[in-house]
């Protein structure tokens, strides 16, 4: 983990907005926060193992097949996949530099091409029902937090939290109302289903289910800078002063 910290203090100290993971290599983080399949890539890991040379010397190519099987074993959902990789997200920016924002509903600038595009990948956004709040609430908490996944049950059990969907296959959601009235809360889309234009028509389901609600500005609040671009492409924003950490109180 001595390298995530040092890249940790290089991102903030450069107020950079790319991301931070670390990768097990030989022994099991205790509580990972993405996998990834690699059955279709196996025995080409394989052989790039055999080719590198390794200091510790050993049998690398067992250990790290051994972790790879376990972590496949771990997937249980995924009855197909013999081997997988863990990651861990680094947290690399501090949210005690984060203030709150104020959106201005009012102000929302519509995309319907956002749309449109994802709608021909066969994605659409919909919103959670009662009987899929056990998969949904399972799907954020196994691909992205469990903190997420409390944050947004609240809005589950409301109506208040939104989905994208390939078929029955979950790709992202969005919460509003969360932790806090006239909030806009988490948001989040698999790694490997970005850049496709799906967080933005979350983002502005969101906002504009909270307009429709009778919001004229809402609050967003530990926002990510990835968060902050995305927001600003929608509508304007306004940095609430002296106020980082809605947050705080979290145990």
């Known amino acids: 983990m001595a390298a995530a910290q040092i890249c940790r203090s290089v991102l903030r100290k450069q107020k950079a907005t790319a991301e931070?993971?670390?990768?097990?290599?030989t022994a099991a983080?205790?509580?990972?926060?993405h996998y990834?399949?690699?059955?279709?890539?196996?025995?080409?890991k394989r052989k790039l193992i055999r080719f590198h040379e390794d200091q510790l010397g050993g049998d690398q190519e067992g250990i790290t097949m051994s972790l790879n099987t376990f972590r496949?074993?771990?997937?249980?959902?995924?009855?197909?996949?013999?081997?997988?990789?863990?990651?861990?997200?680094?947290?690399?920016?501090?949210?005690a530099d984060t203030p709150d924002l104020l959106l201005k509903l009012y102000e929302i600038k519509d995309d319907p091409?956002?749309?449109?595009?994802?709608?021909?990948?066969?994605?659409?956004?919909?919103?959670?029902?009662?009987?899929n709040i056990t998969t949904v609430y399972s799907f954020i908490k196994d691909s992205f937090a469990p903190a997420w996944a409390d944050e947004c049950l609240p809005a589950m059990l409301a109506g208040d939290c939104y989905v994208a969907v390939r078929g029955h296959e979950l790709l992202g959601f969005i919460a509003v109302d969360v932790p806090?009235?006239?909030?806009?809360?988490?948001?989040?889309?698999?790694?490997?289903?970005r850049k496709k234009g799906i967080a933005k028509a979350l983002d502005l389901t969101g906002m504009k289910a909270l307009r429709a609600k009778g919001y004229q500005v809402a609050i967003s609040g530990m926002v990510h800078p990835w968060g902050r671009?995305?927001?600003?492409?929608?509508?304007k924003l306004i940095p609430i002063p002296d106020s980082a950490g809605s947050y705080r109180d979290m145990l």
């Open 20 to 25: 931070c993971w670390s990768y097990e290599i």
């Open 29 to 33: 983080f205790y509580n990972p926060t």
């Open 36 to 44: 990834i399949d690699i059955s279709s890539i196996a025995s080409e």
């Open 72 to 95: 496949g074993a771990w997937l249980q959902k995924k009855p197909r996949c013999a081997y997988a990789e863990a990651f861990l997200r680094v947290n690399a920016w501090d949210y």
């Open 113 to 131: 091409e956002v749309f449109a595009r994802i709608e021909k990948e066969g994605i659409r956004i919909k919103r959670v029902m009662p009987m």
């Open 180 to 193: 806090s009235k006239n909030f806009l809360g988490p948001i989040g889309v698999l790694p490997t289903e």
């Open 229 to 235: 671009r995305l927001d600003e492409e929608i509508t």
